[in-house]
């Protein structure tokens, strides 16, 4: 996957995960719901919006797929959803 961030989250169904995604600048990040990203230079056009990135767990030897959701580059929430749902997301993230 080479280089990408971490949300930690504690899910009332999953418990306490970290997400992997590949948003902002790239460099095994921790965050929580709330914070504001780390961008590079080259991307502060994302400070305002809303983006959504892909993002994927290993929870007990199994995968599981979300989305998570941006506004004005703070991390506002992440869904679970299915991995041909997420095989889209990464497909549209590589060829905007």
């Known amino acids: ?3 990408y961030n971490e949300l930690i989250v504690e899910d009332p169904d ?3 995960f970290d997400i992997q995604f590949k948003f902002g600048e790239l460099w095994l990040y921790k ?3 709330g914070d504001c990203l780390r961008l590079a230079d080259s991307q502060m056009g994302l400070k305002h919006g809303v983006y959504i990135a892909s993002g994927i ?3 007990s030897g199994t995968y599981y ?3 998570i959701t941006f506004r004005d580059a703070i991390i506002i929430k992440y869904e679970q959803i299915s991995e041909s749902e997420y095989d889209i997301l990464v497909f549209s993230e590589r060829n905007l």
Do not use: V, W
């Open 1 to 3: 996957m080479g280089l």
């Open 14 to 16: 999953l418990g306490k």
């Open 31 to 33: 965050y929580k719901i």
């Open 57 to 59: 767990a290993n929870i």
């Open 65 to 67: 797929y979300f989305k």
